[in-house]
């Protein structure tokens, strides 16, 4: 059971520089998210979609971007990299509003 | 939308003490409602859920009663162990299209 599938891993980039966060999930999910957690902070909602084609911006969109091309996948893409987008990022997905979410393993980005 | 108050940590605990971690929401509707669990170094995963007043959930001997009539659903756990450690998140499920979370509670429970 693949689940959702976060990739890299781990990430240092210089800032500036680009990236994109790939997030992948096999579970037919239409609710996909992006969050990120700062060191002994919660989850902060970056973006969200609720289908293909459709986005929208959560609590802290600025200097992100995002795509729902396929019910599948949702990149989230990082332009001109700072160093306050140092932070560890999760993609989530879940079937329905009411239903239960499912979390990728995370992606620990450091930006120097 | 939906909003969550959680019992702010860090929760120090000794091995087979009892615990509560208190959570209440606001929410429109009839919203379900979670715990998630956050073992270090890895992604957040369900501890348990309830979906309508009165319920309640449990899992690995956490239980958290679903209490509309006080916005309620606190977390409590008989006796906790080493393994429990971890940061825990209460979340109603979503409304405006959006997962809301709590700040989450560091639990570190001592030998």
């Known amino acids: 059971n693949a689940g959702v599938t976060q990739t890299p891993k781990f990430r240092i980039l210089k800032i500036g520089q680009s990236m994109t966060l790939q997030c992948t999930q096999d579970?037919?999910?239409?609710?996909m998210y992006w969050y990120r957690q700062d060191p002994g902070m919660g989850l902060k909602l970056i973006y969200y979609?609720?289908?293909?084609?459709?986005?929208d911006k959560g609590e802290v969109p600025n200097g992100y971007n995002v795509s729902r091309s396929t019910t599948e996948d949702f990149p989230l893409r990082l332009e001109l990299a700072a160093p306050s987008q140092t932070s560890v990022y999760f993609c989530?997905?879940?079937?329905?509003?009411?239903?239960?979410?499912?979390f990728g393993q995370g992606t620990r980005l450091t930006v120097v | 939308g939906n909003s969550v108050t959680q019992m702010e940590g860090p929760v120090t605990l000794s091995e087979e003490a009892f615990l509560t971690i208190n959570c209440t929401y606001t929410?429109?509707?009839?919203?379900?409602l979670f715990w998630y669990v956050q073992y270090p170094g890895e992604g957040l995963q369900l501890l348990l859920k309830?979906?309508?007043?009165?319920d309640k959930g449990s899992n690995k001997g956490f239980e958290a009663t679903y209490r509309k009539e006080t916005t309620s659903f606190h977390l409590e756990k008989g006796s906790v162990q080493v393994s429990d450690s971890a940061v825990y998140f209460c979340?109603?499920?979503?409304?405006?299209?959006?997962?809301?979370f709590g700040s989450g509670t560091q639990l570190t429970v001592l030998p």
């Open positions: 309830a979906t309508k007043a009165d």
């Open positions: 579970m037919n999910h239409n609710y």
């Open positions: 979340a109603p499920s979503g409304s405006a299209r959006q997962l809301t």
């Open positions: 979609s609720v289908g293909a084609g459709i986005t």
């Open positions: 989530a997905s879940s079937a329905s509003l009411l239903a239960e979410a499912f």
């Open positions: 929410a429109t509707g009839y919203p379900s």
